[in-house]
């Protein structure tokens, strides 16, 4: 086994500092945000607003048909 001296060890800094550098990274990732158009942001909801309404039709569709399933096997 390799014997690892102090020197190679990663000083740490204090959790303040690293609070501290993590807020500012936050800051830093949040002035690269840009705000949506707004003809941008309505087409994004009208195709999340259809996408829901697919997904709702297919999971009331097979509620339908496997009910009907379950009655015929066993009814």
Do not use: C, H, Y
């Amino acid at each position: 086994m390799a014997k690892t001296s102090n020197s190679e060890k990663a000083v740490k800094p204090n959790v303040f500092m690293r609070i501290g550098l993590f807020i500012k990274q936050i800051v830093d990732e949040l002035r690269k945000v840009v705000t949506p158009t707004a003809k941008e942001l309505f087409f994004w909801s009208l195709a999340v607003f259809i996408f829901v309404l697919l997904l709702m039709a297919l999971v009331t569709g097979m509620d339908f048909g496997l009910g009907k399933l379950v009655l015929w096997v066993f009814g």
